[in-house]
């Protein structure tokens, strides 16, 4: 017998129902129906709960071939909640373009200023790079939040997100030439994309 229909027969034989099971667990009764449908294996954290709360072994109630996929799955969970919680932080860190000098000041300037320092530039444009930075630090203030989170979900999205926001401030930073701040979002979005092939 597998592991989802053990739990689901255990469940079942103390009157549980799924979301009984979920909160006496602490997870969600998404995870418990994930894991009694067989979609996945819970980590080794409520495996260890589970088998507590049962009264039985962790031997009893998963075999040695679903502990290496349960510790494959969480292995690639840990690497992608890693991969998320990074490029939030990067998104985060692109806040430093509003305090370091590398925006140009028109081409009468030849120094480079901070962002609120600019003076030869149209206010509009001024606005947008604000707007730009302030919508990707707050992306990435919410995904360091959800990065700790179980939902997979919202952490792709966050990622996703995140992406597509540096690629908008590196276009727009190089389409109204202030070439550092564009090579500085460049290069965010080529660590971003490495660390999502790795995690792949």
Not at 13 to 37: D, H
Not at 73 to 94: Q, T
Request: aromatic fraction near 10%; charge should be positive; include cysteine.
């Amino acid at each position: 017998m597998e592991f989802g229909e053990k739990l689901q027969q255990l469940r079942k034989a103390t009157g549980l129902t799924q979301e009984e099971l979920a909160a006496a667990l602490y997870v969600s009764r998404t995870a418990v129906s994930k894991w009694e449908s067989g979609r996945g294996y819970p980590n080794i954290d409520s495996l260890k709960e589970i088998s507590k709360f049962f009264s039985i072994t962790i031997d009893e109630l998963i075999c040695s071939e679903e502990i290496i996929i349960a510790a494959k799955d969480e292995r690639e969970n840990s690497l992608r909640k890693f991969a998320a919680f990074i490029c939030s932080l990067l998104d985060i860190f692109i806040a430093v373009l509003l305090f370091i000098p590398v925006f140009g000041n028109g081409v009468l300037s030849k120094s480079a200023v901070s962002l609120f320092m600019m003076t030869d530039i149209q206010p509009w444009i001024k606005y947008l790079f604000v707007a730009l930075i302030i919508i990707t630090v707050l992306n990435g203030i919410c995904g360091t939040v959800i990065s700790g989170m179980d939902r997979p979900i919202w952490i792709r999205h966050r990622i996703v997100t995140g992406i597509a926001l540096t690629i908008i401030c590196s276009g727009v930073f190089i389409l109204t030439r202030q070439p550092y701040a564009g090579i500085i979002c460049f290069s965010m979005l080529i660590v971003k994309g490495g660390l999502i092939i790795k995690i792949r």
